[in-house]
């Protein structure tokens, strides 16, 4: 069973509907018990980092997901994944889960739009489970202001927007994080879903 994390900044429905549309057990939760017996774990989020992190934090679930994170795949998606990195400075400075190096900062492309809204080319760099079967033409859907500042060897996929975007992240164990919305990229997405629940 896929565990998502409502608290009450994601975008959940979302994500269980493509769960569902791949046959995947799921389910939409705020209790530790159920992070716990989880087989793997899914941290959504849209919206603000500082007021995201309040929500987590009052849920009371931020030491079960720290603890979790360390045993089983976690994937966080758009600012569920900015929220996987030790700090941001989306408002005020403000620290995250610590579960990837780095931090996240706003985008600064003086001849492009911020946000950075659309579809994107994914770019490789390094081998990545999540990424198995995927072509040389794939494209995943963006909708950001923010973005993270990471290790090469953090960094999985990234697109060209300006500059490098980091787009597909991860400890190198079971944390992984992608700034793009998987359940709303099409085939491509629901691909990557199908590979983080093959997990162990």
């Not at 409502?6 to 269980?16: H, L, Q, T």
């Not at 946000?115 to 033409?137: F, I, R, T």
């Given at each position: 069973m896929i565990a998502i994390v409502d608290y009450g900044a994601g975008n959940i429905f979302s994500v269980k509907n493509a769960l569902d549309y791949l046959g995947l057990e799921s389910r939409l939760t705020n209790k530790k018990e159920d992070l716990v017996s989880a087989d793997s774990i899914i941290l959504p989020g849209v919206g603000a980092f500082p007021a995201a992190m309040d929500k987590l934090q009052a849920s009371g679930l931020v030491d079960t997901i720290k603890q979790q994170a360390k045993l089983k795949p976690f994937l966080g998606i758009c600012l569920g994944m900015q929220l996987l990195f030790e700090k941001s400075y989306e408002f005020e400075k403000r620290e995250g889960l610590s579960l990837i190096k780095g931090y996240v900062d706003k985008m600064v492309e003086p001849d492009l739009v911020i946000p950075h809204m659309g579809w994107n080319k994914l770019e490789y760099n390094g081998e990545c489970k999540l990424l198995e079967g995927?072509?040389?033409?794939?494209?995943?859907?963006?909708?950001?202001?923010?973005?993270?500042?990471?290790?090469?060897?953090?960094?999985?996929?990234?697109?060209?927007?300006?500059?490098?975007?980091?787009?597909?992240?991860?400890?190198?164990?079971?944390?992984?994080?992608s700034q793009f919305h998987p359940e709303k990229s099409g085939k491509t997405g629901l691909k990557i879903l199908e590979n983080f629940a093959r997990l162990h």
């Amino acid at each position: 069973m896929i565990a998502i994390v409502d608290y009450g900044a994601g975008n959940i429905f979302s994500v269980k509907n493509a769960l569902d549309y791949l046959g995947l057990e799921s389910r939409l939760t705020n209790k530790k018990e159920d992070l716990v017996s989880a087989d793997s774990i899914i941290l959504p989020g849209v919206g603000a980092f500082p007021a995201a992190m309040d929500k987590l934090q009052a849920s009371g679930l931020v030491d079960t997901i720290k603890q979790q994170a360390k045993l089983k795949p976690f994937l966080g998606i758009c600012l569920g994944m900015q929220l996987l990195f030790e700090k941001s400075y989306e408002f005020e400075k403000r620290e995250g889960l610590s579960l990837i190096k780095g931090y996240v900062d706003k985008m600064v492309e003086p001849d492009l739009v911020i946000p950075h809204m659309g579809w994107n080319k994914l770019e490789y760099n390094g081998e990545c489970k999540l990424l198995e079967g995927m072509g040389d033409n794939e494209y995943v859907y963006f909708v950001h202001s923010y973005k993270a500042f990471c290790e090469d060897e953090n960094l999985f996929a990234y697109c060209e927007y300006g500059s490098r975007v980091p787009a597909l992240v991860g400890d190198g164990k079971y944390v992984y994080g992608s700034q793009f919305h998987p359940e709303k990229s099409g085939k491509t997405g629901l691909k990557i879903l199908e590979n983080f629940a093959r997990l162990h």
